[in-house]
């Protein structure tokens, strides 16, 4: 951000006192907050990606009687792939604003199309990759489930059990988390910028 430096010295000279915040602590936060969602994107797609050729690996390597085995390991790795362009968009648009040719409206304005993108991503880009994931496996899981009900029913109760707990608890848990944290940044940001127009 070009003027990060510019705006820090016009916050602190703006006021004498108790009724501003210390602009460099808002600033460093902001940027802190930026580089550990970046961090985590980034893990997130490797992840996924050794995710992928694991089970990539298994389709070539292990020869399946049904066709369902193999169409539910191609919708897993749709899946996958999609889990991966997700998170490969969002580490992206953080990295545009390490760009030190915007200034602090435009950085603002980056932060704001971040958040509205993870929003678009934690309700309807996570529920196609959940759909897709389910079914992929569900299908995968049959060819060896239907050999014996008990283990069948076993398999699929687990499965399903962590996949709706995924769903139900932890999904909803971060986007919470990241949505509190990317409003309380953007939040700061804007304080800082608006009182500096006042001034």
């Given at each position: 951000m070009q003027n990060f430096d510019?705006?820090?010295n016009m916050w602190?000279?703006?006021?004498?006192?108790?009724?501003?915040?210390?602009?460099?602590?808002v600033l460093a936060k902001v940027e802190a907050v930026?580089?550990?969602?970046?961090?985590?994107?980034?893990?997130?797609?490797?992840?996924?990606?050794?995710?992928?050729a694991f089970i990539?690996?298994?389709?070539?390597?292990?020869?399946?009687?049904l066709q369902s085995t193999r169409i539910g390991i191609v919708i897993t790795l749709v899946a996958i792939v999609t889990g991966m362009l997700f998170?490969?968009?969002?580490?992206?648009?953080?990295?545009k604003q390490n760009d030190p040719t915007l200034s602090n409206s435009e950085y603002l304005q980056q932060m704001i199309a971040f958040r509205n993108s993870l929003r678009l991503i934690q309700t309807k880009g996570i529920t196609f990759y959940f759909i897709?994931?389910?079914?992929?496996?569900?299908?995968?899981?049959?060819?060896f489930a239907s050999r014996n009900l008990t283990f069948g029913i076993s398999v699929y109760s687990i499965t399903l059990g962590w996949i709706a707990f995924n769903w139900f608890y932890?999904?909803?848990?971060?986007?919470?988390?990241?949505?509190?944290?990317?409003?309380?940044?953007?939040?700061?940001?804007?304080?800082?910028?608006?009182?500096?127009?006042?001034?």
């Open positions: 510019e705006l820090k602190q000279q703006a006021g004498s006192g108790n009724e501003l915040p210390d602009a460099a602590a930026r580089k550990k969602m970046i961090r985590k994107n980034i893990l997130l797609v490797i992840m996924l990606a050794f995710t992928f990539t690996w298994i389709g070539f390597h292990y020869d399946f009687e998170s490969t968009k969002l580490a992206r648009l953080l990295l897709l994931l389910t079914t992929g496996l569900i299908l995968y899981m049959y060819e932890l999904r909803k848990r971060a986007a919470l988390k990241q949505e509190k944290e990317i409003s309380a940044q953007i939040a700061a940001l804007e304080g800082l910028n608006n009182n500096l127009k006042k001034d």
